[in-house]
């Protein structure tokens, strides 16, 4: 299977997709598509008839309550929505977290993104993770994979939250790095740095993965920071399912 994730860069705004979005997801032919910083637009049931048109039919979004960012999750195969009782630690993080079961394969997809907590909000990046690695303790037994922007590198410092990507290695998921690129650059000090992650349960193997900016040659705003167009590259994991059963509810 293949899987695709991509933070689309919307910043929280309702913005129409950049016309050459759909023509960059096609290209990949994932079989999962997860978009972080997702939100519906003027052109939202175009860009769903756009998806259908490539095989994947079934999505599930998160709600909008106020100026947040969504999450999206598209298939091939049906989905099955999990409800998520979600922290409130912010107003931002439970529209930046969706869970769906794949009914046909019993694997478990649990997409997230880590709000780019700021000033005196930075406390809450903490509890945060401490949420998402009680989550992944809850779905480590089955077939399930934790995918999106993390918004944290390998080797942050412990107040940037580094130690919690190495907890969930030590707990037993796989970190399915790209041995090379960089998924983010900081549009001013130009620093690189890996902040989309993809997980794997053990009854998942990694075949290949990678980070991918193939989509600037399609538009000149490609990679500029420009809101509104994706400043994340592509992360692209081809994986197989092994064994394992449905995450118990």
Known sequence: MKLLAWNLNHRAARRQLPPWIGTAIQEHAPDILVLTEYVEGPDHDLFLANLRAIGLCNVSCTDQPGHENQLLIASRDAQRRHELLTPAIHRSVPSNILEVCLASIGITVFGFRMPAFEG??????????????????????GSALIVGDFNTAPGDSEANCGDCLEKLVERGWQHARPTSGYSWRHPRSKTERQIDHIFLSASLIRRKVEYSWGFVRLAPEGRSGKVGSPDHAMLVCEFDQVSGTAIAR
């Open 120 to 141: 005196k909000d930075r406390a809450l990046k903490r509890p945060t993770w401490s949420w998402l690695l009680d989550e992944a303790e809850r779905l480590r037994g």
